[in-house]
């Protein structure tokens, strides 16, 4: 099962809005709605932030939303601030039962 | 609160073997799917295994299939994975993770804070 495809680094403004894309294959991204996206600052265990492609757990902000269309899921993080400078793995169910990450994004706040 | 709590880590030498644990809290242990997921040395994540609540389905990532093991007490709250016939390619931090729900495909939303493998002569 190979990685899904994730740009290696975005940047943007405070305030600015980014988006992070995580390509896959009909095989995992584009067969199932099993989605997700971890933030994980240096040094620190990874934070989920969206699931099920576009469901936010308790507490992350509303800044963070997902979203999907075909082999291709986003997350896009608007009115940055600095405290969203991390890495981003995005991860997706297979049609093998298992779960496949992608080789994540660098994500830093200018 | 929930709290995952990994131990057991350490440096072993190729072929060798580990167990590792992760103590679980602040939770029905036995209603949640658990996965473990690696992270080799300035490298992206990787998922490695995943049991059901109950001990009875099991899926493993193909690179250690045959050679890791994973399991859980669930009247120890406690997670496992039992790793066999080790490889440098295996040294990384490994993290248990807590599935959404009972469907372990939506996602992992608690973590440990990790424990490190390091596979060496």
């Known amino acids: 099962q190979s990685a899904l495809t994730q740009p290696p680094s975005v940047s943007g403004s405070p305030g600015q809005s980014v988006t992070i894309s995580c390509t896959g294959t009909s095989s995992d991204v584009g067969s199932y709605n099993r989605v997700s996206w971890y933030q994980q600052p240096p040094g620190t265990a990874p934070k989920l932030m969206i699931f099920?492609?576009?469901n936010r757990p308790s507490g992350v902000p509303d800044r963070f939303s997902g979203s999907k269309s075909g082999n291709t899921a986003s997350l896009t993080i608007s009115g940055l601030q600095a405290e969203d400078e991390a890495d981003y793995y995005c991860?997706?169910?297979?049609?093998?039962?298992?779960?496949?990450f992608g080789g994540g994004t660098k994500l830093t706040v200018l | 609160e929930v709290q995952l709590v990994e131990s057991g880590g350490g440096l072993v030498q190729p072929g060798g073997s580990l167990r590792l644990s992760c103590a679980a809290s602040g939770f029905t242990f036995s209603s949640f799917p658990m996965s473990w997921v690696r992270q080799a040395p300035g490298k992206g994540l990787e998922w490695v295994s995943v049991?059901?609540?109950?001990?009875?389905?099991?899926y493993y990532a193909d690179s250690v299939k045959g050679r890791f093991t994973i399991s859980r007490d669930n009247s120890k709250n406690t997670l496992y994975l039992q790793m066999n016939s080790l490889r440098a390619a295996d040294t990384a931090v490994y993290y248990c993770?807590?599935?959404?729900?009972?469907?372990?495909?939506?996602?992992?939303?608690?973590w440990g804070q990790g424990t490190l493998v390091s596979v060496s002569s």
């Open positions: 049991v059901s609540g109950n001990g009875g389905t099991t």
């Open positions: 099920e492609v576009s």
């Open positions: 993770a807590k599935g959404v729900s009972s469907s372990w495909s939506k996602g992992f939303d608690y």
């Open positions: 991860s997706s169910y297979t049609s093998s039962s298992t779960v496949v």
